[in-house]
């Protein structure tokens, strides 16, 4: 070979290889799918991304490629199908350069793409396509109208590559793909669907909590939180299975619904209406055998709102008798305070705020919570619920009036013992302890569980009233004279009572008889007296360490009752329990004798006054706060009472 064949030749090669090098070096393309999810849902498909849903070829050169592994399953109870799209694609990859292909297999029992289950079949595959050039975001599709059964699932194994051609490439260099391959289905597009929520109640109205709420068959599901509360969106109107199973993956419920969309939302049976142009709508949902034995319209009252609704707003006590016991003609259900100066008067203004209470004998104030039965006795000033304890729910129903209830079945001493004052005081006014009743409250409150409740509790005052004392002389140890003696020359006399608060408005306690001008109050008119947990907004006393107390006289008047009067037939009233229990009202003190008397429901559902070293029930009092909510369905009956919506 010459000189000059061999130099020619190895310019050929120079130029060829700078031709190369001119048309690789440095070539870099972006191929990035953004978004970091790995599951995808649309109707009853569920779509996994072993990797997310990006697609990767960085700095790629022509004959590079990237590959993705996807699996679609039918979770519902019917064959669907589906569409394969490009989701936000952008290719600026010119000259159908860049093409996508997968191949398709079908299993049962798919788990994950290390558990596949059984091969059941194959499904379409794509020998190869162009990915369709765009410059500016959009949608594309990628395969439609994709057949799948129930309980099957399609796993796609896709290649993405940049074709390698002979020639050179250099007008793709710089070019961006991006793109997340993800799937609609055809049937459920523009089909308006529909938010089911509401709360979902067993036999016994309690909330069934951390249970599956699933609406079939394009699966839909929700959690119940502890109120029993759920929702579920992307609900299509149509028939719909309505399942139930519970935290250990039991189906406790299994029954059927029907949506449609009407002109107002409302339920009948089991068909749910829903109001055109709304979202959806809440429900309130009771189940019974492991069926659904009512649905309504779900509506959040609180207690006090509901106790106004279920009554009419109750009616004025303006012509109520207080010396005379209640009767279907003297106050029975629900009545407000019709004086402005017998309840407090919290904003200022000079005007007690209005008392709503139950008179006579009502069944409508039944109420569940924390774990027992309670009767509605008022509402207190602020909108607070008071309630006294009934006993347990059992076969379900609450205690009926009449029925012996007290708390740890037992009877107690207000306190074991006399012989001085202020033993009739619920916390001793000098400092020096407090009544036994008091102690077997607070350790009841505490094992009973209420503690769990303390955020709907209130902390209201509770009244043992010892304001305005009135002393009389006892001669010889019997009946009090009728000359009332003033305090200040009381020292003269070796025998005397000493009436208190109560027994001044609630009876003649100079014959020890009932009298014509009874007036009960909700007022506590002396801060001692005025029985709270620290950091009230009542201006108590904060020398209660639980938020609970005991009924006082007054609020037994108000109810019904009259001194040494029996209230305990046709027109009795709803304290009566056919049993002694006490108040925390003191009646009197008898220095002649030691007496020290408190007030007390008799046996026979009259007021009376006893010594505090006998044995009493102890029913004690707590109050909600106003914004305590409760299921719709309660009516209030002792079968059907209010069930409080716990937190």
Known sequence: MNKKLIYMTMIYVMLFIATISFAYAFFSISLNGDGKENVVTAGTLRLEYLDGPGVSLPRAYPGESATKVISVKNTGTLETSYDLIYKDLINEIEKDELVISYTCTSYTGYVNVNNKGTVSGTCEGLSED???????????????????ASGITHEYNITIMFIELESNQNYNQGKTFNTKITLTQPDVINIATYKLSGTLLDDNNNPITNATVEIHSKVKTGVTDSKGYFEIEGVEAGNHEFKVKNSSGTYIIEDTIKVIEANESNVSGKEISVKEGEEGISLNIKTNNGKLSNIEAYKENTLYEKILADNQGGQSDENIDFSQVSSDTNGKGLYYTSKTNVTEDLNGDGIG??????????????????????????????????????????????????????????YYYFNAIEGEEKYNEYIWEDA??????????????????????????????????????????????????????????????????????????????????????????????????????????????????????????????FAGGVYNSNNSNNSSYYLYISNYYCTMSPAHWRNSRNDVNIFTIDYNGSIFDYGVNNYYGLLPVISLKPEVTVVSSGTGSYTNPYVIVTE
Request: aromatic share 12%.
């Open 130 to 148: 162009v990915v369709p050039y765009s410059e500016t975001t959009t949608d594309a599709l990628l395969s439609e109208d994709i057949e799948i």
């Open 432 to 557: 020096t302890g407090e009544s036994n009743a008091k102690t077997v409250i607070d350790a009841w409150y505490t094992s009973s569980g209420l503690e769990s409740y303390a955020n709907q509790i209130a902390n209201v005052p509770y009244c043992a009233d010892k304001s305005n004392p009135i002393s009389v002389e006892d001669e010889e140890g019997g009946s009090p004279e009728e000359d009332i003696i003033p305090l200040n020359v009381l020292s003269f006399f070796e025998n005397y009572y000493t009436f208190y608060g109560a027994a001044n408005r609630l009876y003649d306690f100079e014959n020890f008889t009932n009298k014509n001008d009874v007036q009960p109050t909700y007022k506590c008119e002396r801060t001692i007296d005025k029985h709270t947990v620290n950091g009230d907004n009542w201006g108590g006393n904060g020398k209660l360490q639980k938020p609970i107390g005991l009924l006082t006289a007054d609020e037994v008047a």
């Open 353 to 410: 705020e209005r008392v709503y209470y139950y008179r006579g004998d009502v069944t409508n104030n039944n109420v569940r919570f924390g774990g027992y039965c309670w009767r509605i006795v008022r509402t207190n000033e602020d909108g607070s619920v008071r309630m006294r304890y009934n006993g347990t729910y059992s076969n379900g129903t609450c205690p009926v009036t009449g029925t012996d209830v007290k708390i740890n079945n037992q």
